[in-house]
């Protein structure tokens, strides 16, 4: 019989409200880092799966959380990540050196990519983003793929104004730009 304090993410029970919500440095110190050096894991929560492969609709998990994979490295090709029957991932050339907390060195890169093609984001809702954790160099086989929906911002100003901004909206202004 299961208890009902307990669900299962990644196969490990954890307390019902659980939350998994790592900083950009412990993906890459606590995580990624680990992974390429063979080491043992805080914790066995981040699955192996190819998360270029498939539509982030169809990647394994709650389509309303964030989703963390760690993924074999993939080399970009102008601006596309990888096609397939229903889309691609485009990369915004958005880049985010990733400090170490205490020694303040670049330890690591978050790159933003934004998903393309079919069902990819409704104008009113909001779209797929996908960032890509790399250690310096990128000489490595394995990064840290987060995938999540972006909800479009709600306006700032009313609709009065000539211009209305939105919260989100250098990143939709990224995504207008490549449909």
Not at 130 to 141: A, F, K, S, T, W
Not at 148 to 169: E, R, Y
């Amino acid at each position: 019989m299961q208890n009902s304090n307990f669900i299962s993410i990644g196969g490990i029970k954890v307390p019902v409200g659980y939350g998994f919500h790592p900083t950009d440095e412990e993906i890459i110190v606590h995580y990624l880092r680990k992974k390429v050096d063979s080491l043992p894991f805080p914790a066995s929560i981040i699955p192996e799966f190819d998360a270029f492969s498939l539509s982030p609709t169809n990647l394994p998990g709650n389509l309303n959380e964030k989703r963390y994979f760690f993924s074999k490295r993939r080399e970009i090709k102008k601006k596309f990540r990888v096609m397939f029957g229903s889309g691609y991932w485009k990369s915004t050339k958005k880049k985010v050196q990733v400090l170490d907390s205490k020694s303040k060195q670049v330890i690591g890169i978050k790159k933003k990519l934004v998903f393309c093609g079919e069902n990819s984001h409704s104008p009113s809702k909001g779209y797929w983003v996908m960032h890509e954790y790399n250690l310096v160099g990128g000489q490595h086989d394995w990064v840290v793929c987060l995938v999540f929906f972006k909800k479009k911002g709600k306006p700032k100003h009313d609709l009065s104004s000539s211009v209305i901004t939105q919260a989100s909206s250098s990143d939709h202004e990224e995504v207008s730009s490549y449909i």
